[in-house]
């Protein structure tokens, strides 16, 4: 079923969201060579606590963590280790922050040190995959214009859009209806309406689209070692445009 927010849901879910992009602006400048998953795992706990938040995802279907730290060809859902972050390698970390029982889940990219040109054009394409979504999910549009305008944006640059993981509802719990396809055909889908919360989350890859399971059953990876990338915002559909509710300092 889908629900429908009410403006005090949203703005308890914006106040969520201000934790949540809080703790990423501090990630900019902890993500260094040197550090573990680990270690950010033990840094946003810290945040959280700080700010008087929780991690939604601690528990949910059984995830023991606080985070997704996902690696280089790990898509989504990787679990935070003891393993060092080299020069170069590209970081997702994916959170869902609870304050005062009102959700909000973002994951954001990040270079360790400085990206070569390829990864930066990699994670400026996916980012702009990102925005052009949310352009798209304006009040009566449909699903599909979402999905379409991520889709062509991203193969027009010569990389590729998983579709195994995708968008979806959010509160009052985490994963929610409806699902929200990154690729797709405009003017196809569920008409958006006024009150609805979602999140948009391409995940892009410098190869296949396809995706390999690990042994954990939880992380995915790219069937072909491939680079991949991910930006998430939580947004509101209201009568006066997609309101993001994970927006960062300097968005």
């Not at 927010?5 to 060579?33: C, N, T, W």
């Not at 999905?147 to 009052?172: D, K, L, N, Y």
């Not at 569920?190 to 042994?215: A, C």
Request: charged share 25%; glycine share 12%.
């Amino acid at each position: 079923m889908i629900t429908l927010k009410s403006p005090r849901e949203i703005e308890a879910m914006d106040k969520a969201g201000e934790v949540l992009a809080k703790i990423h602006e501090h990630l900019r400048d902890f993500i260094k060579p040197g550090i573990t998953g680990w270690d950010i795992e033990k840094y946003v706990e810290e945040l959280m606590e700080k700010y008087g938040a929780t991690p939604e995802q601690k528990g949910f279907e059984g995830y023991e963590y606080s985070t997704c730290v996902s690696v280089n060809d790990e898509i989504c859902h990787g679990f935070p280790r003891k393993v060092v972050l080299q020069q170069g390698d590209l970081i997702k970390v994916d959170m869902v922050v609870n304050l005062n029982g009102a959700l909000a889940d973002s994951c954001w990219s990040y270079s360790v040190g400085e990206p070569t040109p390829e990864l930066k054009k990699l994670m400026d394409v996916t980012r702009e995959a990102l925005y052009k979504g949310i352009e798209a999910a304006k009040l009566g549009n449909r699903m599909g214009d979402i999905g379409h305008a991520i889709q062509t944006h991203v193969e027009a640059e010569g990389f590729s859009i998983v579709r195994e993981f995708i968008g979806h509802g959010i509160g009052p719990t985490l994963h929610e209806a409806p699902s929200v396809p990154h690729y797709g055909e405009a003017g196809k889908g569920s008409r958006l309406k006024e009150g609805l919360v979602i999140t948009i989350e391409p995940m892009v890859n410098t190869g296949t689209w396809r995706s390999k399971m690990d042994s954990n059953g939880w992380t995915a990876r790219t069937k072909d070692g491939g680079l991949s990338c991910q930006y998430e915002h939580t947004i509101a559909i209201t009568k006066d445009g997609p309101r993001i509710l994970t927006k960062q300092t300097g968005e």
